[in-house]
């Protein structure tokens, strides 16, 4: 069974959809129209351009090119983080503490997927790696986000609560501690309820994409499994990662809170 | 317990419009009540957080021989406490803010044993000033800074306060730095008074 193509009428017909909610939000004066167009541009050019760049990835199949390729994902995946926070930390902090944090979890949590389980031959082979890699960052992205926004936004709203907390002689992981527990919980939501509904209620991408191309179900669900897991694994990494250095740098060696250091 | 030594400290607190205030240095003896006072916005709520290391300052304080920068901040937070005038509450209950259930000066505030089962998002602004200072005794700090402690008290209850905190100063051998805009109260509590003034100038006068 080979896949259907799809000709750009069809493509055409889904962004008539989208075109039409962004009239509707538009007509209501919801707001938000310009961010919703903007967004389903930029996924129709850069997937476009994935396209072209995978088929000569996937073709040459060099280390030197999938790195690079790595590091452009990478670096993306960090400004996203950065520029979706509401407060964020100034200076340099504000896009390394999600890059890093992206970095630790989700490449080696890739690595470690790739040279221990999959094992495709070589290790790096793009066809495995890159989307690997892309599921890895993304998901990440989407936890990091979340806890940092919630653990800077609380911070800023409960910056009383946390002083006097401070000024009764708490120490300053204790006077952070609910703030910290409830940030990482709230980055680890979005894949326990993936979790929790998959094949119950939603039919993961990556199993229906492979369904879609022909692969027995049952290969499709082992490796849907995987990934699942593979995810949790890093969003909890990342997201703890993020949150522990992220509160650490909220106060300063004095055990005072400085929320001078967000903007 | 320790003399309290404050010399050449001036806060440094990030990002406040604070007219610059003159260098603040003060020695306060055991038991002695020292009473600030001056026009909102002088500063003094930010001295007092600068003495407790709640915000970036410079200069020295000590407590007897042990310099603050000796000690781990928190450490040094809990035995110079800084009460500030609103309170914060983080747990549902009074009681969970209380370390441990020694209701000896809770009663002392005009409060019946059964208080720390009230919830918090009933109790009324005077209330918490109460509770306040109690959750702040009942750590036994050996100074305390105390921010218009009795701002929104009645007479009765402020008369209260005054008697609870002079009696800990005696009892502690602790010194007390009080901020009060109230010429009655300063009077009664306190033979010296530290006048801040709008130029950000600082005088020290005998009652």
């Keep these: 069974m080979s896949v259907i193509s799809l000709s750009p009428v069809d493509l055409a017909i889904a962004a008539s959809l989208v075109l039409f909610i962004a009239l509707l939000q538009w007509r209501m004066r919801l707001g938000n129209t310009q961010s919703l167009l903007i967004a389903g541009m930029r996924t129709v050019v850069q997937l476009m351009l994935l396209g072209l760049v995978l088929k000569y990835v996937f073709a040459a199949s060099n280390l030197l090119w999938i790195a690079m390729m790595a590091t452009v994902m990478l670096l993306a995946a960090g400004r996203e983080v950065m520029v979706r926070q509401k407060r964020r930390f100034i200076g340099s902090w504000g896009f390394l503490l999600g890059t890093s944090s992206m970095f630790v979890s989700a490449f080696s949590v890739t690595l470690l997927a790739l040279l221990v389980i999959v094992q495709p031959e070589p290790w790096y082979l793009p066809q495995y790696s890159i989307p690997l890699l892309g599921m890895l960052l993304g998901n990440t992205l989407n936890g990091i986000t979340l806890g940092l926004d919630n653990l800077t936004r609380n911070a800023w709203e409960k910056s009383a609560i946390i002083d006097g907390r401070l000024a009764l002689g708490e120490t300053w992981t204790n006077a952070i501690s609910d703030i910290r527990r409830d940030s990482i919980r709230v980055g680890m939501i979005p894949i326990i309820n993936a979790m929790s509904v998959a094949g119950l209620v939603s039919l993961p991408g990556m199993m229906t994409g492979q369904i879609l191309a022909g692969t027995p179900p049952m290969e499709a669900v082992k490796y849907q499994i995987l990934i699942m897991f593979l995810i949790a694994a890093g969003t909890g990494m990342g997201t703890i990662t993020a949150i522990v250095i992220g509160c650490r740098r909220l106060f300063d060696d004095r055990e005072r809170l400085r929320l001078d250091r967000l903007r | ?207």
Aim: proline content about 4%; aromatic content about 6%; glycine content about 6%.
């Design chain 2, 1 to 207: 317990m320790s003399d309290l030594l404050i010399k050449d400290l001036r806060s440094c607190a990030p990002g406040l419009a604070v007219k610059a205030m003159e260098a603040f240095d003060l020695t306060l003896r055991g038991t002695e009540i020292v009473v600030m006072n001056g026009p909102s916005g002088s500063g003094k709520s930010l001295l007092l957080r600068a003495i407790a290391d709640l915000d970036p300052s410079s200069g020295d304080v000590w407590l007897g021989n042990e310099a603050r920068v000796s000690m781990k901040a928190h450490e040094w937070r809990k035995r110079v406490c800084y009460l500030p005038t609103e309170s914060a509450w983080w747990f549902e209950t009074v009681g969970a803010h209380f370390p441990n259930s020694d209701i000896d000066c809770l009663k002392k505030l005009g409060f019946d044993s059964d208080v720390l089962s009230w919830e918090i998002s009933r109790i009324s602004s005077g209330e918490k000033q109460r509770l306040a200072l109690a959750r702040c005794l009942i750590r036994s700090p050996e100074v305390l800074l105390l921010d218009e402690p009795t701002a929104t008290l009645d007479e009765a209850r402020t008369l209260l306060v005054e008697e609870l905190v002079a009696d800990y100063s005696k009892r502690r051998n602790a010194p007390v730095l009080w901020v009060s805009h109230n010429r009655k109260q300063m009077e009664r509590i306190s033979k010296r008074v530290i006048r801040i003034h709008a130029d950000g100038s600082i005088e020290v006068a005998q009652l």
